[in-house]
Structures are given as C-alpha cells and as structure tokens.
C-alpha cells in the first residue's frame, strides 16, 4: 500500500519570518532590485537612442540609480553600524559618488551587479530549503482520535496529550504516541535510520513519521504536534538554514584585503588629481563584481553537479568546508556496513541438514514481510534450496511466525516465542552455543529444536578502496567509533583497513571524541545513518548522513545527504567540493587581478567611469565563465 495515497498531508508549518529588507530590496522574493535595475538600464539606453533630448537618457538613469540604490546603500549602512565590513562597502562608495557627480549609467551598472550576486545567493539557499519544504509536506497531518462517539478525523495540531488515536496499518504515526492496545511492526527508518522494523505492543513509545506495517494500533498521544518528533526534526533543518548565508564568507575573506586597498588607491589618486570623477571610476572598475558573481556561480555549479549524483548539499558553506577536511570519522552499521543483516551462520542440532533447516524455515518466512525473514530466504535461494509452499500461517509481530510446511509444523522466531509454543523444543536447543552476541532466530519442527539462525552485518564492497581514495584526496587519519560492541567493532575495523577503532560509545561519546579532535586543529569528516550519529554529525566539520534507507534525523541533522547506498559517493562529494573551491578562488583571483590592473590606468585617468563600468562586465563575463566549469 504506498503512502502517498493512504496519507494525507499537512499544510506546511509555518516558517519564521525573514529579516526584512529595506524598502523594494524586499519585493519579488529579494529579485525586484536587478530587475528593476535592468529596466531603467534599457530604459536610458532607449532614451538617448530615439529621444532628441539626450538630457531624458540621464534623467531616467538618475531615477533608476536613486530608486534601486537607495536599498543598498542603506543595507550597508546599517551592516557598517554593527560592524559588518564586507564585499558591498565598494560598491556602495562607487553609487554614492556616481549619485553624487551626476554620472548615473556607471552607478546603476553597478547596482545591477550587486544585487544580481545577491540574487545568485538567494538562489542557492532556496535549493538547500527545498528539503525543507519536502520534509513539511510529507508530515501526517490527520489524527484518527478516538473518542465516546466513536471515531473523527481531526487535524493533527488539535490532538491533545492524553488523547486516544487510532494508528491503521500503512499509515504515518500522526504524533508521538504509546501503544494502549494492539500489536504491530513500525518502520522507524525515517527517524533512527535502522532498517530493522521494531516491535509494537502495549506500552511501546512511538515518534511520529514513524510508519506503521500489518496491524491497526491504538496510542495515547503524548506530545502535542509542536513538540513531536517530526516537529522537532523540521526545527532542526530551519535552525541549520537560518545561519549567515555561506557563500558571503567566502568572498568577504578577500574583501577584508581588497576594499582597503581600493580606498588607497582612490585617496592617493584624489590627493593627486583632485578629480572626482578619477575616484568614481577607480571604484567602479573596483567594483568587486568576481566576488559578488563568480563565487555563487562556482557554488551553484558544484551544488548541482553533486545532486546530479544524487548527493545533497546543504548550502555552498558544507561544500567549502567539505573541500578542506583531513580527518574522516566512520559510524559502523549502515555506514561501512550495509545496515541490512544477512545471514551469516546456519546452526543445527538433533542431526538435523543445513539444507533441509533452510528449506522449511525459508518457506514459512517467504510469507512473512519481517526484514530478517527475506534474509533467511534469500539465503536458503542462495544456497540452491527450492522452498515448498506454507499454510496456515501465524505471524505474531516482533516474535516469530509459525505455520505447516509439507505436512510438518514449523516455528521460526524468538528463543522464548518458540519455547512457548513447543515447551520440548528445550531439548534440542540446550545442545546450542548460547555464548554468541549475534542476533538470533531460532527454528523447531513439530516440536523439535532443530536450530538456529544467525544474522550479522558485514562490510560493504569496496570499502577499502574507498578508503585510500579519502587518503588520495587529503584525509590523513581515519576512525571508526561505533555504538556496537567493542569486539564487533573490532572486527569490522580490521576488515575495512581501519586501525583507529572505538566500540560501545553513547551519542555524547562519538561528540566528545569529535569535539576533541577539532580542538586539535583538525577539521573533521563524520559520515553515519542512524538517529545515534545525529549529534556527531553536527558536531563534526562536515557531516555526510547516508539516506537510502530513509536517514531520519541523521540526514536532516547533516551537511552533505547522499541518497543512494553507496560509500563510494564520499569520494565523489569530496572531489566535487575540492574542484568547486579550486575553480571559485580561480575566478576570485583572475578577477581582482583585473581589476587591479584596470584600477592603475583608471587612476592615471586613462580609464572613464562608464568605459570602466563596460570594463567590469567584460571582467565579469570572464570570471563566470571560468566559474561555470564547476557545473561540468
């Protein structure tokens, strides 16, 4: 039954207001500025083209200049009061003294700059608040609340704490809740990132998003929609979004130099020539458009080169960060494992075969949808066994499932649920190994026991190319800390070629130890899946959640998301990031460089403002184009 069509969806929850802008900047979701500055553009050039009266050209450029600049101008201002120095104080000088001289055209080219880089940033966070919004709509929005009339459908946000619901199978857990009555498996993948669906009878707590499997449920509400679960992980992703817009930082570390440099060169060539309109064309070819321009483009490219391979980038911040990391820290289940157990011992006693042990028990658990159980099957198919058909069969969720199979009754499940049912089944299972750590399923054929099933992760393919690929792109040290048990842990550190390992860490130890590491200067990689990872993952300097099996919190708590099951996909988000940074700061550097240079003649008054302005677009033409080859 898919979901989509059994359960209704919520209206959004409303996000916090933006900051507001100024005046016009505000309108047309932040595009009215370049736009309007395009028109009055187009506007003058008309003018002075078909008009007699060359003075209308001017007028309509002034008017523009007034208009469009006032926003930023003002936004500057403000900034430079709580000392906030970075790219737009140039730019503003170069309005201001355009306004002032009476040269509008280099004054508006130059607003039209500005605020189209703006523009190029804003769309580069509305991709990263597209998940955002995904993640709003896809939230339960009906309750089935149960009541002395009977049963009513109302909208989640009017469910009390205490209230009774009704949770029917296929259906999204509405609100956090516990189990009153009923008995069912719930997939909480969305939330822990475990794959494995747990147990639900009474007096289980569930989150909400969870999605219930074969069994209606009814719960107790015991958070009310805006403390739910579901409702805190949308909190945590409007928190991540609302931080300084990351590709203004990369560009302000060269504005911090360059703009000191450029009021240099414009005193010194005022005290020189005392000519206004020499320091308005210093500022204007000044102007640091590349900045503005080529580091969102650059960003934008790498962002969407990666969601070509189905990796998700935050924001350009994750990526230049991603870009410089030398340490990886490795989360196991899930990550450097599949996630999923596989068979990994078959047990027998009573002189009982392999073959036949997997023949009876994979056709009682061919019908059943337990994740463990497509395992065992999957294993007995492996291994050649043809599986007969089962009758009768009996699932009892989160224990076994028991049934005929030719002519013969077969149990499959938990140790306790087997012996409930065949008391004498004792007998054959006191022959079994009861030391072994791994998760079990224990099998009995009319009455007997005859074995058990072992599951256990493994590492995935290709792990230790992967690896040396990270060694290749910078990584110089790599850990695994693990919640599992030390031996385990173990293990797969020695199989994935991993000589830093630490087992049965609690969420706040694996943040500790990170935590730790970036106070020794290391900037640090997390890569995990589970509700466990979450904390880590925003600790760590980037944190990479694998999600194909639904992520949850870890892929909302998370700067990079990769949607696909595959490791291979870190390397690839690494090497995106580290050509995107290269290519942007190529882009910085051709384009200040330029700018300098035009900056001398404009100075020794071989450069006017307008041919300056001209000029600039030239330079800007060159810098994004250069930064386009971050999309390719």
């Known amino acids: 039954m898919s979901l989509s069509h059994t359960v209704p969806l919520p209206p959004p929850i409303p996000e916090q207001a933006p900051a507001r802008v100024w005046g016009p900047a505000g309108a047309f979701g932040g595009h009215f500025l370049p736009v309007a500055a395009v028109l009055f553009l187009v ?29 930023v101008v003002w936004r500057t ?57 995904k993640l709003e709509e896809d939230a339960p929005r009906i309750a089935h609340l149960l009541h002395s009339g009977g049963m009513s459908d109302v909208p989640v946000g009017e469910a009390r704490v205490g209230d009774i619901v009704v949770i029917r199978p296929g259906e999204l857990v509405p609100l956090d809740v516990v189990v009153v009555s009923g008995r069912s498996h719930v997939d909480a993948s969305r939330l822990t990132g475990e794959p494995v669906p747990v147990s639900a009878v009474t007096g289980t707590t569930l989150a909400s998003g969870s999605v219930n499997h074969e069994g209606a449920l009814t719960a107790r509400v015991t958070a009310p929609v805006g403390e739910s679960q579901y409702g805190r992980i949308v909190e945590l992703v409007r928190h991540a979004q609302a931080t300084k817009a990351p590709l203004q930082r990369l560009a302000d570390r060269y504005a911090i130099w360059f703009t000191p440099l450029t009021l240099a060169v414009c005193l010194a060539a005022y005290v020189a020539t005392r000519d206004p309109v020499i320091v308005l064309a210093i500022l204007v070819v000044a102007t640091p458009c590349p900045l503005i321009l080529a580091t969102p483009v650059a960003i934008i490219g790498g962002i969407n080169t990666a969601a070509k391979r189905q990796i998700v980038v935050r924001d350009g911040g994750a990526l230049e960060r991603l870009a410089r990391v030398n340490v990886a820290v490795f989360d196991k289940t899930g990550t450097l494992t599949p996630g999923v157990p596989e068979v990994s011992a078959v047990v027998t006693s009573c002189g009982w075969d392999e073959g036949d042990l997997l023949r009876l028990a994979g056709a009682l658990e061919e019908r059943s949808g337990h994740l463990l159980a497509r395992s065992l099957v999957k294993a007995a198919l492996n291994k050649g066994v043809r599986l007969p058909s089962a009758s009768h069969v009996t699932e009892t969720a989160g224990r076994g499932v028991t049934g005929t199979v030719d002519g013969r009754v077969v149990t499959v499940g938990s140790r306790s649920y087997v012996l409930e049912l065949h008391p004498g089944a004792i007998d054959g299972f006191a022959d079994l190994d009861e030391q072994s750590s791994a998760l079990r399923a224990y099998v009995a054929v009319d009455g007997l026991g005859v074995g058990r099933v072992e599951y256990d992760d493994r590492v995935r393919p290709g792990v230790r190319q992967v690896l040396a690929n990270l060694a290749g792109q ?66 760590a300097t980037v944190g990479i959640a694998m999600a194909a099996h639904g992520g949850g919190i870890s892929a909302e708590a998370a700067d990079v998301v990769i949607l696909v099951d595959d490791l291979g996909r870190v390397n690839e988000a690494v090497q995106i990031s580290q050509r995107t940074i290269r290519i942007a700061k190529q882009s910085i550097w051709t384009g200040l460089g330029l700018s300098g240079v035009a900056m001398g003649f404009a100075a020794f008054g071989y450069i006017p403002p307008i041919i300056g302005a001209v000029l600039q677009e030239f330079i800007d033409v060159a810098v994004i184009v250069n930064a386009l080859r971050a999309s390719r």
């Open 474 to 539: 910078g990584i110089r040290r790599t850990l695994l800390l693990s919640g599992d048990d030390e031996r385990h842990t173990r293990r797969i550190a020695d199989s994935a070629g991993i000589a830093n390992a630490v087992g049965e860490l609690k969420p706040e130890g694996k943040v500790r130890a990170i935590e730790q590491m970036i106070g020794d200067g290391d900037e640090v990689l997390m890569v995990g899946d589970g509700t466990n990872d979450a904390p880590a993952l925003s600790t």
């Open 43 to 71: 506007g003058g050039i008309a003018a002075w083209m078909w008009v007699p009266a060359r003075t209308l050209a001017v007028d309509v450029w002034t008017v523009g200049l007034v208009i469009t600049g006032a926003p």
């Open 77 to 133: 201002f403000r900034s430079s009061l709580r000392r906030e120095f970075s790219t737009d104080i140039t730019a503003t000088l170069a309005i201001v003294a355009a306004a002032a001289i009476d040269q509008p055209l280099p004054g508006l080219i130059v607003v039209l700059m500005q605020t189209g880089g703006e523009a190029l940033e804003r769309i580069a966070r509305g991709r990263a608040s597209d998940a955002l919004r």
